[in-house]
């Protein structure tokens, strides 16, 4: 895919800011709609990053590589939920996982489960 190309690019470049763009860039792969590429980051200095230091970069190697001079490029900001479950506690995790599916609760009695990890 162009879009990974482009992160080991830059990364190989050495250019300013590009190790940490090369981690952004691969940690997720965009969504493609037609002639649109969005790209979902987690918070506003990763969008800045992208955006202001490789953003134009970034869609020009695409067109150029896709050879298709349509593409636009969105970056946008997302909150990511499965990161703020991550940083619960056992048993604020199990809450929150238990809203999602309403068994867990079911499982925890039926099994005798503890969930103060």
């Given amino acids: 895919m162009q ?18 763009v090369f981690s952004i860039m691969t940690k997720k792969d965009p969504k493609l709609d037609d002639l649109h590429v969005l790209y979902e980051v987690d918070n506003l200095v990763m969008h800045e990053l992208m955006m202001n230091n490789f953003g134009d970069e970034l869609v020009q190697f695409l067109r150029s590589k896709l050879n298709n001079w349509g593409i636009t490029l969105e970056v946008k900001i997302v909150e990511n939920h499965d990161e703020m479950i991550r940083s619960l506690t056992g048993k604020d995790r199990f809450e ?12 925890q009695k039926i099994f005798n489960l503890d969930v103060e990890l």
């Fill in 3 to 20: 879009w990974r190309s482009f992160a080991y690019e830059i990364k190989r470049l050495e250019k300013s800011g590009a190790e940490t």
């Fill in 96 to 107: 929150q996982l238990a809203k999602k599916n309403i068994n867990l609760i079911t499982l």
